[in-house]
Antibody
Framework: QVLLQESGPGLVKPSGTLSLTCAVSGGSISSSNWWTWVRQPPGKGLEWIGEIYHSGSTDYSPSLKSRVTMSVDKSKNQFSLKLTSVTAADTAVYYC??????????WGQGTVVTVSS | DIQMTQSPSSLSASVGDRVTITCRASQSIGNYLNWYQQKPGKAPKVLIFAASSLQSGVPSRFSGSGSGTDFTLTISSLQPEDFATYCCQQSYGIPRTFGQGTKVEI
């Protein structure tokens, strides 16, 4: 059974960089899935941030593209998200997930990130 | 971007009720439409993929229909554990987009 677990700081200062990692266990990150980040601001809906394949190919949300970088570390079986120049609007629960055939089929439990000084 | 619009944004229902939630895409997406259930403090869980295919392990009271721009999620007989938020997601193109969610309340 594949499990995903997010980790990273829960508090980031305005104008700083949000960095999160998603550890994949029970399966290989080099499988046929794409690996993705989704966020959910308090009381709001889900927002796709972007996704990465194990080869390093990426697709990012146009609205976040200038601030987002995703990477894969095959040796650690994990993938990561960096979001720069954060503001209060980036406060959200951040989920990592896998995409198979366009379906977000497996999700991490989510991690709360608050942007505040 | 393909915009996904759900209606209603919330609804009140009782155990045993038949519930229908609608999702409309801003352009035709074929059957590239998935439905998720999300409970408070939990990650979403896929219920239906490809508009009408039931994900393994999901109760048969959930069903999906539609194609093109208009889609429906139906719960045939609402159970206590079904009170949650439901959202649709198009897998037709990038960027991937979700509906804003429909909260099913007692």
């Amino acid at each position: 059974q594949v499990l995903l677990q997010e980790s990273g700081p829960g508090l980031v200062k305005p104008s700083g960089t949000l960095s999160l990692t998603c550890a994949v266990s029970g399966g290989s990150i080099s499988s046929s899935n794409w690996w993705t980040w989704v966020r959910q601001p308090p009381g709001k809906g889900l927002e796709w941030i972007g996704e990465i394949y194990h080869s390093g190919s990426t697709d990012y949300s146009p609205s976040l593209k200038s601030r987002v970088t995703m990477s894969v570390d095959k040796s650690k079986n994990q993938f990561s998200l960096k979001l720069t120049s954060v503001t209060a609007a980036d406060t959200a629960v951040y989920y990592c997930a896998s995409i198979h055939g366009g379906v977000f089929d497996l999700w991490g439990q989510g991690t709360v990130v608050t942007v505040s000084s | 971007d393909i915009q996904m619009t759900q209606s209603p944004s919330s609804l009140s229902a009782s155990v045993g009720d038949r519930v229908t939630i609608t999702c409309r895409a801003s352009q035709s997406i074929g059957n590239y439409l998935n439905w998720y259930q999300q409970k408070p403090g939990k990650a979403p869980k896929v219920l239906i993929f490809a508009a009408s295919s039931l994900q393994s392990g999901v109760p048969s009271r959930f069903s999906g229909s539609g194609s093109g721009t208009d889609f429906t999620l139906t719960i045939s007989s609402l159970q206590p554990e079904d009170f949650a938020t439901y959202c649709c997601q198009q897998s037709y193109g990038i960027p991937r987009t979700f509906g804003q969610g429909t909260k099913v309340e007692i």
